[in-house]
C-alpha cells in the first residue's frame, strides 16, 4: 500500500491540469494579432463581396485588438486627428432627405456575403440604435439618438458632427464598437446625408 | 380541432401561472416544437448504410467507443487521437461518414447547411446524436494539449476585432443586458450567460422552421460580422466552439433546444 | 410528402394526453403565389373509432405540433392519428396509451 499512494497521487496530478482560464479577458499581443491573422487566412475562404483581404487588420484593429478597446489616450487622440483629417465631407449642406434615411437606418443589409455587390445597402441603425419613436423594436448597444437634433440643432457644426460621425465612428472615438459606414465603402455619400436628415431635419419622427 | 387547441391552451395555462412571460414563451415554444422528428430522421439516417461500403453510422465513435451515443454530445469538442485533433459533433460525424462509409469529404460536405423544405443529413444526424446527452453535464475537452491549446485560440478569436466592420464575437456578446432588436445578448465569456446557451444548440428556430447547429452558429455570426466564411469544421470553428462549450461547461445538456 | 409523424399518449387519472408531431411544409397561399399546401384534415381514433375530425387551415406553422386531451383510455388503448392535406396526401401514426 505504501509503495502504491505516491503512485496514485502521481497519476492525479497528471490527469489535473490546471483549470483553464474560463471568464478571464486575455491580453493579446502583437504576435497574437498574427497568430489569428494567420489562422483566419488558413481556415477562412472568400464569398461574394467578402473578400480575403477583410481579415487583414488595419491601425485602428490593431492597436484597439492589443488594448482590449482601451488604447492610451496619447495614442488614441493621434490616430483619432488622423482619420478624421481623411474624411471627405462635401460641401455645401450635409442634410439630404429624411424618409431616405429611415429606409437606410431600417436595413441591415450591407456588406455580408450574402448581400448582393452593387445593391443598395443600409446602415443597421435600429439594430444598436433608438431612433423614430415609431420603432419599437430597436436595439440597445449604442446610446438612445431620440430627439437627436432637437436636442443639438442643425447649424453647419453638427451637420458635420454627424455626417463625420457615421463616416468614420472611429475618428471620434477609437474603439467605437460602430462600424465605418463611409470609411468601409458600406454608405454613399448621399446616403449618410440622408442618415443625417433623419438626425437633424426638425420635419424627421427622430425630433418628433 | 378548434376545440383540440383549445384544450392545449388551457393544459398550458395551468402550471404557468407563476412564470414570467418570457419563460412562459420559452415553453410554450419548447412544448410545441417538432424538434423530436429531426431526431428521428437522423436516426433512419444513423442506420442506413450508405457510401462506397454501404456500411450504416452506427459504428461512429464520438469519443465514448464505437456506437456509443449516450452523454457523447455532452463531452465535445474533444481531442481525437485517430484524427489527431480536437473535433466538435459535426465534424466528428463527417469524419465517420469518411472513415466508416467510405464517402469522398468532398461528397460527403456538398450540402452542410439545409433549409426549411429540405434540411441536412448533417442537421438531421447532429439532432439525433444530441438527443443522446439530454440531462448529462456538459463536460469538453479541456486536459489534452491540444484541446487547451484549441480554447487559447477560440478565446483570441472571441476577443478579435476585424472586418469591414470592426467587430468581434464581443461587439454584440460582450456587454450586459445589450439588445440588437428585440433580441436579449447573451455575455458568452460569462459562464452563467454561456451555460444556457451551449446547452441548447443544435436548436430548431421556430421563426425559420430550420433545425441548426452550432458550426451554422459560428458560420452566420461571421456572415453578420462582415468576414470571409469560415470552412465547415476548421480548427477556428472549432476552437470557437470549444471555448464557448467550455466556458458553459457543467450544465445539464438541454437540447436540441427551441429558439425565436 | 409523408415525412414521419411522432405520437406520444400517456394516461392520467380519468384522462388520456396525447402530443403528436406532423412533418409538413404548411405553405400558404401567399408563400406560394397561390399554390398552397396544407394539412386540412386531422383525424384521431381510439381503438379504430374515431372520436376527432377536425380541420386546420394554411394559418397552422409548418411541422405542426398538437397536445390534446381524451377524456378516459386505459393502458394499451391504440390512438391512431391521420392527416389528409390539400393535395391529397396522406399519412397516419399510431401509439398504444402508456
Known amino acids: 500500500m505504501k509503495r502504491i499512494l505516491p503512485l496514485a497521487a502521481a497519476a492525479l496530478l497528471v490527469s489535473c491540469a490546471a483549470p483553464l482560464p474560463v471568464g478571464e479577458r486575455p491580453k493579446l499581443s502583437e504576435r497574437d494579432l498574427d497568430e489569428v491573422t494567420a489562422v483566419l487566412k488558413r481556415d477562412f475562404h472568400e464569398r461574394g463581396q467578402a473578400k480575403m483581404e477583410r481579415v487583414e487588420l488595419d491601425e485602428v484593429q490593431r492597436l484597439c485588438n492589443v488594448h482590449a478597446d482601451n488604447p492610451p489616450a496619447e495614442q488614441a487622440r493621434a490616430l483619432e486627428a488622423k482619420l478624421l483629417a481623411a474624411i471627405p465631407f462635401p460641401s455645401g449642406s450635409l442634410i439630404g432627405d429624411w424618409k431616405a434615411g429611415e429606409k437606410i437606418a431600417q436595413s441591415g443589409r450591407g456588406a455580408m456575403w450574402s448581400d448582393k455587390p452593387g445593391e443598395a445597402a443600409g446602415g443597421s441603425c435600429y439594430n444598436c440604435h433608438e431612433l423614430s419613436p415609431k420603432t419599437t423594436s430597436f436595439g440597445t448597444i449604442g446610446p438612445s439618438l431620440r430627439g437627436f437634433g432637437k436636442l443639438r440643432g442643425s447649424t453647419p457644426e453638427m451637420q458635420r458632427y454627424a455626417y463625420g460621425k457615421i463616416w468614420n465612428a472611429k475618428a471620434y472615438n477609437l474603439c467605437s464598437q460602430m462600424p465605418r459606414l463611409g470609411h468601409s465603402k458600406t454608405l454613399t455619400e448621399q446616403q449618410i446625408k440622408d442618415l443625417v436628415a433623419l438626425l437633424l431635419d426638425p420635419a424627421s419622427p427622430v425630433n418628433q | 380541432m378548434r376545440a383540440v387547441a383549445l384544450l392545449a391552451a388551457v393544459a398550458l395555462a395551468g402550471p404557468a401561472a407563476a412564470q414570467s412571460q418570457f419563460e412562459k414563451y420559452q415553453q410554450m415554444t419548447a412544448e410545441g416544437s417538432p424538434v423530436e422528428l429531426f431526431e428521428m430522421e437522423g436516426e433512419a439516417l444513423w442506420r442506413k ?45 463527417l469524419h465517420c461518414m469518411v472513415a466508416l462509409q467510405g464517402r469522398s469529404l468532398a461528397e460527403a460536405s456538398k450540402r452542410l447547411f439545409g433549409n426549411a423544405d429540405n434540411p441536412s443529413e448533417m442537421e438531421y444526424l447532429t439532432a439525433y446524436v444530441a438527443g443522446h446527452s439530454r440531462g448529462v453535464r456538459m463536460t469538453p475537452g479541456t486536459e489534452h494539449p491540444k484541446e487547451r491549446a484549441a480554447f487559447a485560440l477560440g478565446q483570441k478569436l472571441f476577443y478579435h476585432r476585424a472586418g469591414a466592420w470592426d467587430f468581434s464575437c464581443t461587439s454584440c456578446h460582450g456587454q450586459e443586458n445589450k439588445r440588437i432588436r428585440m433580441s436579449e445578448l447573451p455575455v458568452l465569456d460569462r459562464p452563467e450567460d454561456a451555460r444556457p446557451i451551449v446547452a441548447t444548440w443544435p436548436a430548431y428556430r421556430v421563426s425559420n422552421s430550420q433545425l441548426k447547429t452550432m458550426q451554422w452558429r459560428i458560420n452566420d455570426c461571421y456572415r453578420q460580422m462582415r468576414m470571409p466564411e469560415p470552412n465547415f469544421g476548421s480548427e477556428a470553428t472549432i476552437a470557437l466552439n470549444l471555448f464557448l462549450t467550455a466556458t458553459g461547461q457543467g450544465a445539464a445538456y438541454n437540447g436540441p433546444g427551441t429558439k425565436r | 410528402m409523408a415525412g ?8 392520467g387519472n380519468g384522462f388520456t394526453d396525447v402530443r403528436v408531431l406532423m412533418t409538413h411544409p404548411m405553405s400558404t397561399e401567399q408563400q406560394t403565389k397561390g399554390q398552397p399546401h396544407f394539412i386540412q384534415n386531422v383525424t384521431v381514433k381510439v381503438n379504430g373509432k374515431t372520436v376527432i ?25 391504440k390512438i391512431e392519428v391521420s392527416w389528409l392535406d390539400n393535395k391529397g396526401d396522406t399519412n397516419k401514426t399510431e401509439a398504444a396509451v402508456a
Not at chain 2, 50 to 76: F, H, M, T
Not at chain 3, 4 to 11: E, I, Q, S, Y
Open chain 2, 49 to 93: 448504410p450508405q457510401g462506397p461500403r454501404n456500411v450504416s453510422l452506427e459504428k461512429c465513435d464520438l469519443g465514448k467507443g464505437p456506437g456509443v451515443l449516450q452523454g457523447a454530445y455532452a463531452a465535445l469538442p474533444r481531442y481525437f487521437a485517430d484524427a489527431d485533433r480536437v473535433m466538435d459533433a459535426e465534424t466528428r460525424i
Open chain 3, 4 to 11: 414521419p409523424m411522432k405520437m406520444r399518449a400517456t394516461l
Open chain 3, 53 to 77: 375530425e377536425g380541420e386546420i387551415s394554411q394559418a397552422v406553422s409548418r411541422n405542426p405540433v398538437f397536445s390534446f386531451r381524451l377524456a378516459g383510455g386505459a393502458k394499451g388503448d
